[in-house]
């Protein structure tokens, strides 16, 4: 079984928001799969659904905690279905990167990335591999500000073209492990 974990704050507020591209690529491999992503698990703390990715079984995962707790629900998940590392894959905005660039990595350090900090700390590793969906750079000083913004209208067409390509990434990594689906999509 894999487990794709889409990074993201709960509530109507951080809808569409730079730091929510992990749910709107969860959203999007749920909507492709037939998924419902509509059952909130208290035990999980975050909305879970099940089903078939790229001829597998999944997971789809949707943190509740808020972005900087997201741990604790990834680490839930993984402790129930007893999983490997290499079952999981964290989806998650990336500052580093320009709207719409996407990045697969194996593992190494958060980056600074908060939620992904979480996760690393709760499994107890920092061999996570992660999809970073690039939402472009900000001033220091003002990266909270930025991050909670939402997408001008051309950055936002960017992100429409890059939620469907992250999915196919997702798909490709459930499909054929990290090392193919960076070969492919780390361009």
Known sequence: MKLIAGLGNPGRRYAGSRHNVGYDVVDELARRAGIDLSRHDRDFQGLVGRGSIASADALLLKPMTYMNLSGQSVAAVFRFYKLELTDVLVVQDDLDL??????????????????????????????????????????????????????????????????????????????????AAMNEFNA
């Open 98 to 179: 320009p709207v719409g660039r996407i990045r697969l990595r194996a593992g190494g350090s958060a980056g600074g990335h908060r939620g992904l900090t979480d996760v690393l700390r709760h499994l107890g590793s920092d061999q996570v591999q992660r999809l970073r969906l690039g939402i472009g750079n900000v001033q220091r000083g003002t990266t909270v500000d930025y991050v909670l913004s939402h997408f001008d209208p051309e950055e936002r067409e960017l992100m429409e073209l890059a939620v469907p390509k992250a999915a196919d990434a997702v798909e490709c990594w459930v499909r054929a492990g990290i090392e």
